[in-house]
């Protein structure tokens, strides 16, 4: 339990206690918990109506009246999407920790490190314990909010809205809303453990932990670019 706190305070000591031991159930659900805790909150708290008006105005620019009409009536209210969120956020949170444990098995067989699939999930779990700072923030956030505001503007570690706010259908709007700055934390996590217990440098061990966000933000640059 002691290591929940020590993870900010003292990593290398948690990642050094993990190696025999590796473990995930616990750090998955002090990530999932105060996720779904926000979700659920903002489509609590949301306009409904103005929220359904708003979703159909990020995607239904090709649409005629009517048909923006019928696909009004057929999104679900704010009450079922806080739980159909609640929902994605427990399983779509299991999806990317097993995920990136797979990526990790694989990245440990290519450089002939011994990381399990249960280390991999124990550290992507483990390295990803900042992003909790991101859902408290948020709960701040819609605890202040009005009920017209978009989800993504009260995720305030990201570059959008923290240091601008670009419109929607801006060429780097979803990179902006998208990227938050907990991910250098995360990233430095993730390199600390991997060194630790594979002994390696600190080379090998920032380029294992960067890659996946450096993929999945580098693609999104490019597509924002080709606009």
Known sequence: MSHLIDIFLQPGKVFADLKDRPTFVLPFLA?????????MMYFANVDSEWYKDY????????????????ARKMMPGANMMM??????????????????????LIAGKLSGQ???????LSLATWSNMPTILASVVGLIGVFTM?????IESVSLLNVDPLFFELPRDHAWSSVAKSFSLL???????????????????WGQAV????????TI????????LLK
Do not use: C, D, N
């Not at 979703?55 to 009409?69: I, Q, R, S």
């Not at 929902?87 to 797979?102: D, K, N, P, R, S």
């Not at 933000?217 to 924002?224: H, Q």
């Open 31 to 39: 990530i999932v918990v105060p996720t779904v805790a926000f979700v």
């Open 55 to 70: 979703m159909l105005g990020a995607g239904g620019a090709e649409m005629t009246a009517k048909e923006l009409e019928q």
């Open 83 to 104: 739980w159909i969120s609640a929902g994605t956020a427990v399983i779509g949170g299991a999806f990317m920790t097993a995920l990136y444990a797979l990526y990790f």
């Open 114 to 120: 011994p990381v399990g699939f249960r280390h991999g």
């Open 146 to 150: 009005t009920p017209q505001t978009p």
């Open 183 to 201: 991910t250098f934390w995360t990233v430095l996590l993730a390199a600390l453990g991997w060194k630790t217990w594979g002994r390696t440098g």
């Open 207 to 214: 380029l294992v932990a960067a890659l996946p966000p450096l």
């Open 217 to 224: 933000y580098g693609a999104m640059a490019i597509f924002a």
